[in-house]
């Protein structure tokens, strides 16, 4: 079972006082800081595995009694950097749930080093299964990396373009930029403005936020030349995304001004206007100090 983040029993308050005020410590190993978690994990060449949970969720202690302390489990983690957020701390684990859009709880997320979702479970199943589940999710990524030379190698660009979503919605934008990049070899006009509009954000992903502002570049320009005002807007908007993840908070905060002032129409001026206001008042956390 798995609940909506927005859904609260009607009798919280009461059956908070019979609970413990937050999850068990126990002999696990989990980590409560993300920075820690993910060093490590790239020290020792692991993934993570994220159990990310709310004070409020009764399942999420279900899962941590009958599944997180089973020998099985801490047999099967062995292997893996154990991390614990919770999502209403506002901070690394609101951060992390609004990246990878956790939409219901529990959720445990299975990450690498460099941020890609691997997989994820929502929701409780007995160990067994629980066990099942994860090791499939595992397998689907890591098969989906075995399959990237071959399908390059193919040329066929339906095959090359879904395998590139695929990467991109986990994250990997090091993978993704590198299938957009073959597809781009035969692209042109309205195509190609979508593909480098793509192709910017994957870069902006794996952290290339040169290579990142070239293809916005790119894709403006075309979409400029294509009359395509949506992708433009949405090219504009994306210069705010690289600027806000490249710690530059002047041109995070010229970017959204520009668009405001290009685009006061467009479907994605609310949220312009209210990333501005956050910017202005200091609360983007990469922007406070």
């Known amino acids: 079972m798995n609940l909506p983040l927005a859904a609260r029993p009607v009798l919280l308050a009461v059956l ?4 413990p005020t937050a999850l068990p410590a126990d002999d696990g190993g989990w980590l409560t800081r993300a920075d820690e978690a993910f060093a490590r994990a790239a ?15 009764t399942w999420c202690r279900t899962l941590q009694t009958e599944v997180f302390e089973h020998p099985d489990f801490r047999a099967f983690a062995e292997d893996l950097v154990l991390l614990r957020v ?22 445990v997320l299975v990450l690498t080093a460099d941020r890609v979702k691997v997989g994820a479970v929502s929701g409780f199943f007995p160990v067994a299964d629980y066990l099942d589940k994860l ?3 595992i397998t689907a990524y890591e098969n989906l990396v075995t399959a990237l030379p071959k399908v390059l190698e193919s040329g066929r660009s339906a095959l ?16 993704a930029a590198q299938l957009y990049a073959r597809l781009l070899t035969s692209a042109d006009g309205a195509e190609a403005a979508r593909l480098h509009y793509r192709m910017a954000d994957a870069l902006r992903l794996a952290g290339d936020f040169d290579g990142a502002r070239r293809s916005l570049d790119q894709a403006a320009d075309l979409a400029r030349r294509e009359g395509d005002e ?17 710690g530059d908070c002047d041109a995070a905060r010229r970017s959204l ?4 002032k290009q685009h006061p129409r467009s479907a994605l001026a609310h949220d312009a206007r209210r990333f501005l206001g956050d910017l202005r008042r200091g609360e983007l956390a990469a922007c406070s100090s």
């Open 16 to 19: 908070l006082l019979a609970l």
């Open 43 to 57: 020290r020792d060449e692991r993934y993570l595995l994220v159990d990310v949970w709310a004070e409020w969720c």
């Open 86 to 107: 919770d999502v209403e701390d506002g901070g690394e684990g609101a951060a992390l749930q609004a990246r990878y859009r956790v939409e219901s709880l529990p959720t």
């Open 135 to 137: 090791r499939a999710e």
């Open 160 to 175: 090359i373009e879904r395998l590139a979503e695929d990467f991109h919605q986990r994250y990997d934008g090091r993978r």
């Open 230 to 246: 949506e992708l433009l807007a949405e090219t504009d908007f994306l210069r705010y995304y690289v600027a806000q993840d490249s």
């Open 257 to 260: 001004e520009g668009f405001l």
